[in-house]
């Protein structure tokens, strides 16, 4: 079956502190994964994709599919981190279609 | 710039009230999505639609009915709402590419509530 999970509901820490986001899913196909981001009182974006391999606002996030994982790390959260993060699995040849994990909330306190 | 709209930000609709969703992209896009987002549920894809008047069933399509007349819109129908389909809404589009997945472009939301 095809799965994400995503097993913090709410991950809290301290402004300058290491974060992780923990993200695994479960894929018979070649995986394409996302992670999309929604600050208070806006649109759900996209903040990066595994094949693009790119750092956006400090956050980087690495396909392991020997542990079917991909993680959203940053090494120094800020305040402004605070939001709604939810890890997605593409289905191939399904029109574009995402599956999305259950959401982590991360705060970070000042 | 990606414009993706839906017709009202919040929505109190009576049990049983049909009830429409609209949804209007202007860049082109092939995709369209409909979602609800539930707390600790996440995003749960209702139906979408990968060209007009093609639809296709996502994971919870009971209770609700989408067209697709024309390319740039997307309606979700609630044929006859009922108290568990209180949730937000969320409408988005994307690009067909080939061989890969284009990044998905998100509305604002609509916040039903079914009383």
């Known amino acids: 079956a095809q799965r994400v999970t995503q097993p913090e509901k709410l991950l809290s820490v301290f402004k300058g502190a290491p974060v992780e986001l923990k993200c695994n899913y479960s894929?018979?196909?070649?995986?394409?994964l996302f992670w999309y981001v929604q600050y208070s009182r806006q649109r759900l974006q996209l903040l990066l994709r595994?094949?693009s391999r790119e750092s956006i606002k400090g956050f980087t996030a690495d396909l392991n599919k020997g542990e079917t994982s991909f993680h959203l790390k940053k090494p120094f959260a800020q305040e402004e981190d605070s939001a709604m993060y939810y890890c997605a699995l593409a289905i191939y040849n399904q029109g574009g279609k995402l599956i999305f994990g259950q959401g982590t909330e991360l705060s970070v306190k000042p | 710039d990606v414009k993706v709209t839906q017709s009202s930000r919040y929505l109190v609709k009576r049990t049983g009230e049909k009830v429409f969703l609209e949804c209007v992209q202007d860049?082109?896009?092939?995709?369209m999505f409909w979602y609800r987002q539930d707390p600790g549920l996440g995003l749960r894809l209702i139906y979408f639609?990968?060209?007009?008047?093609?639809?296709e069933k996502g994971d919870i399509p009971e209770g609700y009915s989408v067209s697709r007349e024309k390319k740039e819109r997307f309606s979700l129908i609630l044929e006859s709402a009922s108290t568990n389909q209180t949730s937000m809404y969320l409408c988005?589009?994307?690009?067909?590419?080939?061989?890969?997945?284009?990044?998905?472009?998100f509305g604002p939301g609509t916040r039903l509530t079914v009383l």
């Open positions: 595994h094949i």
């Open positions: 894929y018979s196909g070649s995986p394409e």
């Open positions: 860049m082109d896009h092939e995709n």
């Open positions: 639609s990968y060209d007009v008047k093609m639809k």
């Open positions: 988005a589009s994307s690009f067909q590419i080939s061989g890969s997945t284009d990044t998905q472009y």
